[in-house]
């Protein structure tokens, strides 16, 4: 069984431009949540996905937005871009929703410049 | 506000000891408490998950123990060894509202292994 899988691993972005990151979940899975790990930050917890409606959403800023397609697939998008969005982002898919076992991609790393 | 908390950022010890690794919450409603593990320049993967009705849970290597009245859980390895090398994230999980269900992590705690 495929893992899940995001695009693109890495990117370079300059101050004011905006950005779109993929995630492929695990076939069968239905959720999808959004995570920004930075030094010292740990994860925080950006959205979450099922059956291409939000379902929960953290405390970041309305630049930072996603949608779910009908096959599961999501994308995540960040506007205007700041220093500061500099980060992994994790995207991860379960089929279990109330247990919280996740399973996630490797991440895609922007840097913005 | 953070309801997760892991107050060591890091964690040395020497291979074939016991590694311990703490965790605080504050919110009494999560349902699971779970242990992810990440190595550099990978996505966490799930380890290790204990319902908040027991208070011990064991796989192998890894055992997690639950202290509802401390608001408390700890993972331990035994033995440790140097693969087992990363950093832990410990992470809650609890109703939102309605059906909706939210993992919450810690900052985690990177462990090292010496051989």
């Known amino acids: 069984k495929a893992g899940v899988t995001q695009t693109p691993r890495y990117l370079i972005k300059t101050r004011g431009q905006q950005v779109t990151l993929s995630c492929s979940p695990i076939?069968?899975?239905?959720?999808v949540s959004w995570y920004q790990q930075t030094p010292g930050q740990g994860l925080q917890f950006l959205f979450e996905?099922?059956?291409?409606?939000?379902?929960n959403k953290g405390n970041f800023p309305g630049r930072f937005s996603g949608r779910q397609f009908s096959n599961s697939r999501s994308e995540m998008n960040v506007s205007t871009l700041e220093l500061g969005d500099s980060a992994l982002y994790l995207c991860?898919?379960?089929?279990?929703?109330?247990?919280?076992?996740?399973?996630f991609g490797e991440g895609s790393r922007l840097t913005v410049l | 506000d953070q309801q997760v908390k892991q107050n060591s950022p890091s964690l040395s010890v020497q291979e074939g000891r016991i590694s311990i690794l703490n965790c605080d919450y504050t919110n009494s409603m999560f349902d699971y408490f779970l242990w992810y593990k990440k190595y550099p320049a990978e996505g966490p993967t799930f380890l290790i998950s204990i319902s908040s009705i027991k208070d011990k849970n064991e796989d192998g290597r890894f055992t997690v123990f639950l202290n509802k009245s401390a608001k408390h859980l700890s993972l331990h390895i035994v033995p440790s060894q140097p693969g087992d090398s990363a950093v832990y994230f410990c992470a809650a999980s609890g109703n939102s509202g309605g059906s909706n269900y939210k993992l919450t992590f810690g900052k985690g705690t990177l462990l090292t292994v010496n051989p």
């Open positions: 996905y099922f059956s291409e409606t939000q379902r």
């Open positions: 991860a898919s379960t089929f279990d929703r109330v247990k919280g076992e996740l399973f």
């Open positions: 076939s069968g899975h239905r959720s």
